[in-house]
Protein backbone atom coordinates (compact mmCIF):
# COMPACT_ATOMS: atom_id res chain seq x y z
CA UNK A 1 0.00 0.00 0.00
CA UNK A 2 1.08 3.14 -0.98
CA UNK A 3 2.18 5.86 1.69
CA UNK A 4 1.55 9.32 0.90
CA UNK A 5 2.42 10.91 3.92
CA UNK A 6 6.31 12.09 4.57
CA UNK A 7 7.64 10.05 7.01
CA UNK A 8 11.58 11.12 6.81
CA UNK A 9 11.79 13.61 8.69
CA UNK A 10 14.16 16.91 8.35
CA UNK A 11 14.64 15.52 4.60
CA UNK A 12 13.19 17.60 1.59
CA UNK A 13 13.32 15.05 -0.87
CA UNK A 14 11.27 11.23 0.21
CA UNK A 15 12.83 8.94 -2.38
CA UNK A 16 15.74 8.12 -3.90
CA UNK A 17 15.63 7.85 -7.83
CA UNK A 18 17.78 5.88 -9.66
CA UNK A 19 21.15 7.45 -11.34
CA UNK A 20 21.34 6.80 -15.08
CA UNK A 21 24.95 6.62 -14.49
CA UNK A 22 25.36 3.33 -12.60
CA UNK A 23 23.29 0.18 -13.55
CA UNK A 24 22.95 -1.98 -10.41
CA UNK A 25 20.53 -0.76 -7.39
CA UNK A 26 20.27 -1.53 -4.01
CA UNK A 27 17.11 -3.30 -2.45
CA UNK A 28 15.65 -4.39 0.53
CA UNK A 29 15.87 -8.66 0.15
CA UNK A 30 13.07 -10.45 1.92
CA UNK A 31 13.45 -13.79 2.49
CA UNK A 32 10.34 -14.58 0.51
CA UNK A 33 12.20 -13.18 -2.17
CA UNK A 34 10.23 -10.34 -3.15
CA UNK A 35 12.38 -7.05 -4.08
CA UNK A 36 11.26 -3.86 -1.73
CA UNK A 37 12.97 -0.03 -2.68
CA UNK A 38 15.54 0.04 0.29
CA UNK A 39 14.27 1.47 3.41
CA UNK A 40 15.85 4.73 3.96
CA UNK A 41 16.84 6.22 7.46
CA UNK A 42 18.03 10.19 8.58
CA UNK A 43 21.63 9.72 8.76
CA UNK A 44 24.47 12.17 6.66
CA UNK A 45 27.28 10.65 5.97
CA UNK A 46 30.33 12.55 5.29
CA UNK A 47 33.33 11.51 2.87
CA UNK A 48 36.29 13.05 1.54
CA UNK A 49 37.48 13.86 -2.37
CA UNK A 50 40.66 15.37 -2.85
CA UNK A 51 40.03 17.11 -6.31
CA UNK A 52 42.72 18.53 -8.97
CA UNK A 53 40.96 21.83 -9.11
CA UNK A 54 38.87 24.13 -7.22
CA UNK A 55 38.12 26.71 -9.64
CA UNK A 56 35.23 25.95 -12.13
CA UNK A 57 34.63 27.83 -15.57
CA UNK A 58 31.04 28.63 -15.95
CA UNK A 59 30.31 28.14 -19.77
CA UNK A 60 26.34 28.94 -19.36
CA UNK A 61 25.17 31.85 -21.26
CA UNK A 62 22.79 32.18 -18.27
CA UNK A 63 25.86 33.01 -16.35
CA UNK A 64 29.25 34.12 -16.20
CA UNK A 65 32.51 34.19 -14.31
CA UNK A 66 33.93 31.33 -12.31
CA UNK A 67 32.63 29.09 -9.76
CA UNK A 68 33.87 27.02 -6.83
CA UNK A 69 32.40 24.76 -4.52
CA UNK A 70 34.00 22.91 -1.40
CA UNK A 71 31.06 20.05 -1.17
CA UNK A 72 29.41 18.28 -2.81
CA UNK A 73 25.84 17.56 -2.38
CA UNK A 74 23.69 19.63 0.57
CA UNK A 75 22.69 18.44 3.80
CA UNK A 76 19.67 21.70 3.77
CA UNK A 77 17.75 19.31 1.44
CA UNK A 78 16.05 21.77 -0.54
CA UNK A 79 13.36 19.94 -2.57
CA UNK A 80 13.74 22.06 -6.06
CA UNK A 81 17.44 22.01 -6.23
CA UNK A 82 18.91 22.29 -9.55
CA UNK A 83 22.06 21.01 -8.79
CA UNK A 84 20.58 17.82 -7.15
CA UNK A 85 21.10 15.74 -10.87
CA UNK A 86 25.21 16.44 -10.33
CA UNK A 87 25.32 13.78 -7.34
CA UNK A 88 24.66 11.14 -9.90
CA UNK A 89 27.95 11.69 -11.80
CA UNK A 90 29.24 10.50 -8.30
CA UNK A 91 27.21 7.39 -8.42
CA UNK A 92 24.62 8.55 -5.84
CA UNK A 93 20.89 9.42 -6.12
CA UNK A 94 19.42 13.00 -6.65
CA UNK A 95 16.86 12.70 -4.08
CA UNK A 96 17.78 11.56 -0.50
CA UNK A 97 21.44 10.77 -1.31
CA UNK A 98 22.21 14.14 -1.91
CA UNK A 99 20.84 15.46 1.80
CA UNK A 100 22.59 12.35 3.12
CA UNK A 101 25.96 11.90 1.46
CA UNK A 102 27.85 14.71 1.23
CA UNK A 103 31.35 14.96 -0.28
CA UNK A 104 33.88 16.84 1.78
CA UNK A 105 36.89 19.14 -0.55
CA UNK A 106 39.19 19.00 2.33
CA UNK A 107 42.22 20.72 0.26
CA UNK A 108 40.14 23.45 -1.89
CA UNK A 109 42.01 26.07 -0.11
CA UNK A 110 45.72 24.73 -1.00
CA UNK A 111 43.99 24.33 -4.50
CA UNK A 112 42.69 28.41 -4.81
CA UNK A 113 46.21 29.14 -3.30
CA UNK A 114 47.84 27.44 -6.10
CA UNK A 115 45.40 28.39 -8.87
CA UNK A 116 45.74 32.23 -7.90
CA UNK A 117 49.88 31.43 -7.88
CA UNK A 118 49.26 30.53 -11.81
CA UNK A 119 50.78 33.34 -13.86
CA UNK A 120 48.11 32.62 -16.56
CA UNK A 121 45.32 33.33 -13.66
CA UNK A 122 43.94 36.88 -14.30
CA UNK A 123 41.95 38.75 -11.42
CA UNK A 124 37.53 37.60 -11.78
CA UNK A 125 34.78 37.40 -9.88
CA UNK A 126 34.61 34.18 -8.43
CA UNK A 127 30.89 32.75 -6.81
CA UNK A 128 30.58 30.94 -4.06
CA UNK A 129 28.46 28.24 -4.96
CA UNK A 130 27.52 27.21 -7.97
CA UNK A 131 26.50 24.13 -7.18
CA UNK A 132 26.25 23.82 -3.55
CA UNK A 133 25.55 25.78 -0.27
CA UNK A 134 28.92 26.39 0.87
CA UNK A 135 27.56 26.84 4.39
CA UNK A 136 25.35 24.17 4.70
CA UNK A 137 25.71 22.39 8.59
CA UNK A 138 29.30 20.85 7.81
CA UNK A 139 31.05 24.04 6.99
CA UNK A 140 30.32 24.87 10.88
CA UNK A 141 33.07 21.92 11.80
CA UNK A 142 34.79 22.04 8.87
CA UNK A 143 35.66 25.44 7.70
CA UNK A 144 36.87 25.38 4.39
CA UNK A 145 34.60 28.20 3.24
CA UNK A 146 36.51 30.41 5.84
CA UNK A 147 39.89 29.31 4.73
CA UNK A 148 38.77 29.84 1.12
CA UNK A 149 37.97 33.43 2.05
CA UNK A 150 41.45 34.04 3.47
CA UNK A 151 43.02 32.92 0.50
CA UNK A 152 41.25 35.77 -1.66
CA UNK A 153 41.26 37.71 0.82
CA UNK A 154 45.39 37.12 0.60
CA UNK A 155 45.53 37.71 -3.30
CA UNK A 156 42.77 40.32 -2.84
CA UNK A 157 40.49 38.13 -5.60
CA UNK A 158 37.11 39.15 -5.21
CA UNK A 159 34.33 36.71 -4.29
CA UNK A 160 30.18 36.39 -4.69
CA UNK A 161 28.38 34.24 -2.53
CA UNK A 162 24.72 33.23 -2.59
CA UNK A 163 23.51 31.70 0.67
CA UNK A 164 20.32 30.67 2.99
CA UNK A 165 22.18 29.55 5.97
CA UNK A 166 22.88 32.38 8.90
CA UNK A 167 26.55 30.82 9.33
CA UNK A 168 28.02 33.47 7.09
CA UNK A 169 28.04 36.05 9.96
CA UNK A 170 30.70 34.24 11.36
CA UNK A 171 33.15 35.05 8.50
CA UNK A 172 31.44 39.03 8.67
CA UNK A 173 35.35 40.13 9.89
CA UNK A 174 36.73 38.73 6.48
CA UNK A 175 33.60 39.81 4.01
CA UNK A 176 33.81 43.17 5.60
CA UNK A 177 37.47 43.83 4.86
CA UNK A 178 37.20 42.48 1.58
CA UNK A 179 33.75 44.65 1.21
CA UNK A 180 35.89 47.48 2.01
CA UNK A 181 38.00 47.30 -1.15
CA UNK A 182 35.17 46.23 -3.20
CA UNK A 183 35.97 42.53 -3.29
CA UNK A 184 32.65 40.89 -1.96
CA UNK A 185 29.01 40.66 -2.94
CA UNK A 186 26.74 38.58 -0.82
CA UNK A 187 23.14 37.31 -2.14
CA UNK A 188 20.88 35.37 0.35
CA UNK A 189 18.51 33.14 -0.94
CA UNK A 190 14.78 33.92 0.18
CA UNK A 191 11.97 31.40 -1.11
CA UNK A 192 8.92 32.21 1.23
CA UNK A 193 8.16 33.85 4.51
CA UNK A 194 5.57 31.51 5.30
CA UNK A 195 7.42 28.97 7.75
CA UNK A 196 5.31 25.98 7.52
CA UNK A 197 5.97 26.15 3.54
CA UNK A 198 9.97 27.03 4.05
CA UNK A 199 10.37 24.06 6.65
CA UNK A 200 9.12 21.56 4.27
CA UNK A 201 10.69 22.78 1.22
CA UNK A 202 14.17 23.95 2.78
CA UNK A 203 14.13 21.53 6.02
CA UNK A 204 17.26 22.00 7.13
CA UNK A 205 18.07 26.09 6.39
CA UNK A 206 17.54 29.22 8.07
CA UNK A 207 14.11 30.95 8.57
CA UNK A 208 12.91 33.63 6.84
CA UNK A 209 13.20 35.77 9.65
CA UNK A 210 16.86 35.13 10.43
CA UNK A 211 17.90 35.34 6.89
CA UNK A 212 16.33 38.72 6.92
CA UNK A 213 18.51 39.69 10.29
CA UNK A 214 21.56 37.86 8.13
CA UNK A 215 20.65 40.52 5.74
CA UNK A 216 20.49 43.43 8.37
CA UNK A 217 23.74 42.43 9.56
CA UNK A 218 25.92 42.18 6.61
CA UNK A 219 24.26 45.79 5.10
CA UNK A 220 24.91 47.36 8.66
CA UNK A 221 28.47 46.02 8.36
CA UNK A 222 28.75 47.28 5.10
CA UNK A 223 29.02 44.37 2.93
CA UNK A 224 26.75 44.36 0.02
CA UNK A 225 23.56 42.33 -0.20
CA UNK A 226 20.96 41.28 -2.89
CA UNK A 227 18.13 39.52 -2.09
CA UNK A 228 17.37 36.23 -4.07
CA UNK A 229 13.87 35.49 -4.66
CA UNK A 230 14.80 32.06 -6.35
CA UNK A 231 12.91 29.97 -7.21
CA UNK A 232 9.76 31.26 -7.34
CA UNK A 233 7.30 28.56 -8.07
CA UNK A 234 3.85 29.13 -9.68
CA UNK A 235 0.58 28.27 -7.23
CA UNK A 236 2.99 27.86 -4.20
CA UNK A 237 5.28 30.75 -3.23
CA UNK A 238 5.25 33.10 -6.52
CA UNK A 239 2.44 35.33 -5.08
CA UNK A 240 5.43 36.22 -2.25
CA UNK A 241 7.80 38.03 -4.45
CA UNK A 242 6.23 41.39 -3.46
CA UNK A 243 6.59 40.94 0.34
CA UNK A 244 9.93 39.02 0.18
CA UNK A 245 11.56 42.25 -1.87
CA UNK A 246 10.20 44.63 0.56
CA UNK A 247 11.22 43.08 3.74
CA UNK A 248 14.48 42.85 2.96
CA UNK A 249 15.06 46.15 1.16
CA UNK A 250 13.46 47.09 4.61
CA UNK A 251 16.60 45.19 6.27
CA UNK A 252 19.14 46.76 4.31
CA UNK A 253 19.27 44.86 1.07
CA UNK A 254 20.45 47.06 -2.34
CA UNK A 255 19.20 44.36 -5.01
CA UNK A 256 17.02 41.66 -6.04
CA UNK A 257 17.28 39.27 -8.12
CA UNK A 258 14.91 35.65 -8.95
CA UNK A 259 14.43 32.89 -10.61
CA UNK A 260 11.52 30.56 -12.15
CA UNK A 261 12.12 26.92 -10.81
CA UNK A 262 12.88 24.26 -13.33
CA UNK A 263 12.39 20.23 -12.72
CA UNK A 264 15.05 19.30 -14.74
CA UNK A 265 16.41 15.34 -14.99
CA UNK A 266 15.59 13.12 -11.80
CA UNK A 267 14.30 16.74 -10.26
CA UNK A 268 10.82 16.05 -12.18
CA UNK A 269 10.23 13.02 -10.11
CA UNK A 270 11.21 14.15 -6.96
CA UNK A 271 9.69 17.47 -6.94
CA UNK A 272 6.57 15.72 -7.98
CA UNK A 273 6.49 13.13 -5.65
CA UNK A 274 7.25 15.67 -2.72
CA UNK A 275 4.20 18.02 -4.08
CA UNK A 276 1.61 15.00 -4.11
CA UNK A 277 2.77 14.15 -0.67
CA UNK A 278 3.41 17.52 0.64
CA UNK A 279 0.21 19.45 -0.54
CA UNK A 280 -2.08 16.64 -2.22
CA UNK A 281 -4.50 19.50 -2.95
CA UNK A 282 -2.81 21.98 -5.19
CA UNK A 283 -0.71 19.40 -6.97
CA UNK A 284 -1.95 19.00 -9.89
CA UNK A 285 -2.48 23.21 -10.66
CA UNK A 286 1.22 23.94 -9.17
CA UNK A 287 2.88 20.83 -11.48
CA UNK A 288 0.70 22.19 -14.50
CA UNK A 289 1.62 26.02 -13.79
CA UNK A 290 4.93 25.07 -13.92
CA UNK A 291 5.14 23.50 -17.19
CA UNK A 292 3.09 26.52 -18.64
CA UNK A 293 6.12 28.41 -17.89
CA UNK A 294 8.26 25.93 -19.97
CA UNK A 295 6.89 25.25 -22.80
CA UNK A 296 4.74 22.22 -21.73
CA UNK A 297 7.45 20.19 -19.91
CA UNK A 298 8.97 20.72 -16.16
CA UNK A 299 12.21 20.42 -18.26
CA UNK A 300 13.98 23.13 -19.54
CA UNK A 301 17.43 23.39 -21.02
CA UNK A 302 16.55 26.17 -23.08
CA UNK A 303 19.33 29.40 -22.63
CA UNK A 304 17.65 32.46 -21.95
CA UNK A 305 14.69 30.99 -21.05
CA UNK A 306 15.03 28.07 -18.67
CA UNK A 307 15.49 30.65 -15.86
CA UNK A 308 12.64 32.91 -16.50
CA UNK A 309 10.28 30.86 -17.82
CA UNK A 310 8.03 32.06 -20.65
CA UNK A 311 4.37 32.20 -21.15
CA UNK A 312 1.28 34.35 -19.35
CA UNK A 313 2.39 33.22 -16.00
CA UNK A 314 6.20 33.77 -16.15
CA UNK A 315 5.22 36.92 -17.36
CA UNK A 316 3.10 38.03 -14.65
CA UNK A 317 5.84 36.76 -11.97
CA UNK A 318 8.46 38.71 -13.89
CA UNK A 319 6.00 42.20 -13.66
CA UNK A 320 5.21 41.92 -10.05
CA UNK A 321 9.17 41.36 -9.82
CA UNK A 322 9.95 44.48 -11.42
CA UNK A 323 6.91 46.50 -9.76
CA UNK A 324 8.15 45.76 -6.40
CA UNK A 325 12.12 46.10 -6.93
CA UNK A 326 11.12 49.77 -8.47
CA UNK A 327 9.20 50.29 -5.75
CA UNK A 328 11.09 49.31 -3.04
CA UNK A 329 14.63 49.33 -4.05
CA UNK A 330 14.60 52.37 -6.61
CA UNK A 331 17.66 54.45 -5.90
CA UNK A 332 20.43 52.00 -4.16
CA UNK A 333 24.02 51.72 -5.25
CA UNK A 334 24.51 49.13 -8.03
CA UNK A 335 27.41 47.20 -6.78
CA UNK A 336 31.05 46.45 -9.04
CA UNK A 337 34.03 44.96 -8.36
CA UNK A 338 37.65 46.70 -8.42
CA UNK A 339 39.59 43.87 -10.00
CA UNK A 340 42.86 46.23 -9.91
CA UNK A 341 44.01 44.85 -6.47
CA UNK A 342 44.90 41.44 -7.57
CA UNK A 343 48.49 40.61 -6.28
CA UNK A 344 50.44 37.18 -5.67
CA UNK A 345 51.90 37.78 -2.07
CA UNK A 346 55.76 37.85 -1.83
CA UNK A 347 56.56 36.68 -5.30
CA UNK A 348 55.42 39.98 -7.21
CA UNK A 349 57.00 42.00 -4.39
CA UNK A 350 60.09 40.07 -4.76
CA UNK A 351 59.83 40.35 -8.77
CA UNK A 352 59.53 44.14 -8.46
CA UNK A 353 63.50 44.46 -7.34
CA UNK A 354 64.56 43.32 -10.42
Not at 1 to 17: E, F, H, L, P, Y
Amino acid sequence: MKNDSITIKGRGAQVNTESRFIKQHLVTEHIEGLDEPLELDEKTQLFYEYPKKIINKVDSPDLIGFSMNPYQGCEHGCIYCYARNTHQYWGYSAGIDWEQKIIIKPNAPELLEKEFMNKNWESSPIMFSGNTDCYQPVERKMMITRRMLEVCLKFKNPVSMITKNALILRDIDILKEMANLRLAHVAISITSLDEDLRLKMEPRTATAKNRLKVIEKLSSAGIPVTVMAAPLIPGLNSHEVTEIIKAAADHGASGAGFTIVRLNGALGDIFTDWIRKSYPDRADKVLNQIKECHGGTLNDSRFGTRMRGEGNIAESIRQLFISAKKKYMSGRERFEYDLSLFERPNTDKQLSLF
